[in-house]
């Protein structure tokens, strides 16, 4: 199993540009995370999905969007990109999203809005 | 939700236990007290969880007082690879949002 797979590992984006940010798992987990990290600090929960067709906002959803059409993949959609969403990136998934449940993430995309 | 407190950085020789202690004093009774680490640049990794017995994995142990209001992520044997950043996370009643806070990092030295 590959795991959690993001791309792209690196991107520049200029203001008010867009871009997705793809997230696969092959696992068959039923529940995938988007979450943003500052330097320096600790995670944030943008969105998440409990399956197909479900999603919901976290801590920190605005300036994002997410789709989940298929239990594998759940992008993140930034449509105008701004400095504040400069970030490291990550995806991560989990079998049922129980208070037991542990997250497997992925290595991360590193997002730079100049 | 409840919240934890962390030391901000912690050292401990190669070889040596490394003790990392966190505090979540306002913890509800059926909320689960998580260790993730994150070593540098990669994504976090899921150590060991608990509720209210001490816990024991191949990565770690993990011992929380008998009120709940604090817990110890226990490396039995640190090595130069266990250098990262540590997360105390206290699961919330929604199961779904893992507030991940700035965490301790931990440097094991030669």
């Known amino acids: 199993n590959a795991g959690v797979t993001q791309t792209p590992k690196f991107r520049i984006l200029k203001i008010g540009q867009s871009m997705t940010l793809q997230c696969t798992q092959d696992m068959n987990h039923n529940y995938m995370y988007w979450y943003r990290q500052d330097p320096g600090m600790g995670l944030k929960l943008i969105y998440y999905?409990?399956?197909?067709?479900?999603?919901d906002k976290g801590e920190v959803p605005n300036g994002y969007n997410v789709s989940r059409s298929t239990t594998e993949d759940f992008p993140l959609r930034l449509e105008l990109a701004a400095p504040s969403q400069t970030s490291v990136y990550f995806c991560?998934?989990?079998?049922?999203?129980?208070?037991?449940?542990?997250?497997?993430f992925g290595p991360g995309t590193r997002l730079t809005v100049t | 939700d409840a919240k934890t407190t962390q030391p901000t950085s912690m050292d401990c020789a190669e070889g040596r236990a490394a003790n990392l202690p966190c505090n979540h004093s306002t913890i509800s009774g059926n909320e689960y007290v998580y260790w993730y680490r994150q070593i540098h640049s990669q994504g976090p990794q899921y150590i060991i969880h608990g509720l209210k017995n001490n816990e024991t994995n191949e990565m770690a142990s993990l011992i929380i007082t008998e009120d709940r209001k604090s817990s110890t992520l226990i490396l039995p044997h640190a090595t130069l690879r266990d250098t990262a950043v540590y997360y105390c996370i206290v699961r919330p009643e929604n199961n779904n949002d893992m507030r991940f806070g700035a965490g301790t990092r931990l440097t094991v030295k030669p």
């Open positions: 991560a998934s989990s079998y049922g999203g129980g208070r037991t449940d542990e997250q497997y």
């Open positions: 999905s409990v399956g197909a067709g479900i999603t």
